[in-house]
């Protein structure tokens, strides 16, 4: 499709990449399959968001308690992250897309995190589309630790206790520096947020659908962006005021 067929894209898109297992295990294959099958469907976002004029992805590749998983496919998931950033970076470097992550990456393998180090540093100089991978990541974990280190700043005397705002609040998030996410999209068919981005979701436009993420095709993905386009996004204002561009 033709990105001017689209109206104004979301600026920032989140997507909860969700029910990889269960695609598999209804063909009777293995789980893994489910999740190799998803990378492709993760190649084909990352490229039609870039083409669309997105500027920020963030997709929820594993979460904080998707470690209680069976330890076989914890492993299978690090090894398929660590192929999937090998294979694409240079891809990323020809469609001018940046790597950034966000999560608790001391939780992760030492391997993974030198493969993300190596794309995170290649990649840092590019322009176009920022495309943030969620790892080991849990919203709950993301604010308390800011706060910890927003607390630490008011206790060594860096930051002043008057001067605490939301502004300065979110700037201690992982996603400091990234604006919220205008529009979420969640696969699968659940309809729960799932400790994804607690704070920076508060008014963001949600999207849910039943498809499994293997089957998520480019048509899904279209017809997801054109919901997004009815949306009127009225931020606790009414209709009225938005369509009169001048009513008090
Ligand atoms: C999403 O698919 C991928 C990850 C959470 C890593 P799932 O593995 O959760 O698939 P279902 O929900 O079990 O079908
Ligand atoms: C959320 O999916 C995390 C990712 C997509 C990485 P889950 O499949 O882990 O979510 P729950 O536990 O079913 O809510
Ligand atoms: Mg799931």
């Known amino acids: ?9 979301p600026t920032h898109l989140a997507i909860i990449m969700d029910g990889n297992g269960r695609w598999a295990q209804q063909r ?6 489910g999740h190799q099958r998803g ?23 594993f979460s904080s308690e998707n470690w209680s998983r069976p330890v076989l496919e914890v492993r299978a998931l690090m090894t398929l992250l660590k192929k999937y950033i090998r294979q694409e970076t240079a891809r990323m470097m020809r469609k001018n897309i940046r790597y950034n992550v966000i999560g608790n990456r001391s939780e992760l393998p ?32 993301e604010i308390s630790m800011a706060a910890k280190r927003l607390t630490g700043d008011v206790l060594n005397g860096r930051l002043a206790l008057d001067d605490i705002t939301m502004e300065v609040f979110g ?62 996004r009225r931020f606790g204002k009414t209709s009225d005021q938005l369509n009169k561009r001048n009513s008090p």
């Open 110 to 141: 030492d391997d993974v995190n030198e493969t993300l180090d190596g794309a995170i540093r290649e990649t840092s100089g590019n322009t176009g589309m920022v495309l943030t991978l969620a790892l080991s990541y849990g919203g709950r974990q």
């Open 39 to 61: 990378a492709e469907t993760v190649k084909m976002v990352v490229e039609q968001a870039s083409l669309l004029g997105i500027k920020y992805l963030t997709l929820f590749a």
């Open 171 to 232: 700037s201690y998030l992982d996603t400091g520096g990234l604006p919220d996410p205008d529009f979420l999209i969640r696969t699968s068919g659940e309809m729960r947020i799932s400790n994804f981005l607690l704070w920076q979701l508060a008014y963001t436009e949600l999207y849910f659908t039943d498809i499994n993420w293997p089957d998520f095709t480019i048509n899904e993905f279209h017809k997801a962006l054109n919901d997004f386009q009815s949306r009127e």
């Open 28 to 33: 009777m294959l293995k789980r893994i399959v």
């Open 1 to 9: 499709m033709d990105p001017s067929d689209f109206g104004k894209p």
